[in-house]
């Protein structure tokens, strides 16, 4: 069956880098864009970045472009997100999901906390 | 301030009916871009209930379905239950920005 698992979060302080990972199974993984949502602490979900199947197109929400870098690597069938300069704004769980119009797999989320 | 909007909260007695509304712009459902509604308890995955407006994936109870008017969308959950309780969130692709838009999210309290 589909299967996303991120992983990498964890605390850092504010100026600091982190890189996220997803890593899928039970399906074929070039095949499929990948997304990277995320919600902040009490909020709702906010769609942050896109990598599209072959890799060659990606997107990034206004408020992290220039900062987060979405990249893939299909023989390893992993997503990565890397956070440059994270702020508290940035705090959150973190999910990737599967597909380009719509999530039909998500994973668990992995949590980021950016705090001095 | 969510791209697309959905009212905050709505809240039922078990087995009665429910509609969550979803209202678009003209760069997202506009644009005919579908809509799509997820049910997510915090902490854990978002779990896909509809997708392009009224489809319902494999697996989701038939008392979920989904319906579009216009540059909006709705959710119906009938025979309301107490582990429907959850919050939903609508979700579309928004044309100028390359990328997903959500509703705000609502939250959905069985009484």
């Known amino acids: 069956q589909v299967k996303l698992v991120e992983s990498g979060g964890g605390e850092v302080q504010p100026g600091r880098s982190l890189t996220l990972s997803c890593a899928a199974s039970g399906f074929t993984f070039s095949t499929y864009a990948m997304q990277w949502v995320r919600q902040a602490p009490g909020k709702g979900l906010e769609w942050v970045a896109v990598i599209r199947n072959d890799g060659t197109k990606k997107y990034h929400t206004d408020s992290v472009r220039g900062r987060f870098n979405v990249f893939r690597d299909d023989s390893k069938n992993t997503v990565w997100l890397q956070m440059n300069s994270l702020t508290a704004e940035d705090t959150g769980t973190y999910y990737c999901?599967?597909?380009?119009?719509?999530?039909?797999?998500w994973g668990e989320g992995t949590q980021v906390t950016v705090s001095s | 301030q969510s791209v697309l909007t959905q009212s905050p909260s709505v809240s039922g007695a078990p087995g009665q009916t429910v509609t969550i509304s979803c209202t678009g712009t003209?760069?997202?459902?506009?644009?005919?871009?579908?809509a799509h509604w997820y049910q997510h308890l915090p902490g854990t995955a978002p779990k896909l209930l509809i997708y392009?407006?009224?489809i319902r994936p494999s697996g989701v109870p038939d008392r979920f379905s989904g319906s579009k008017s216009g540059t909006s969308a709705s959710l119906a959950i009938t025979g309301l239950q107490a582990e429907d309780e959850a919050d939903y969130y609508c979700q579309s692709y928004d044309s100028s920005l390359s990328g997903w838009v959500f509703g705000g999210g609502t939250r959905l309290t069985v009484l």
């Open positions: 392009g407006y009224t």
């Open positions: 999901a599967r597909g380009i119009w719509f999530g039909d797999s």
């Open positions: 003209s760069s997202n459902l506009g644009a005919g871009h579908d």
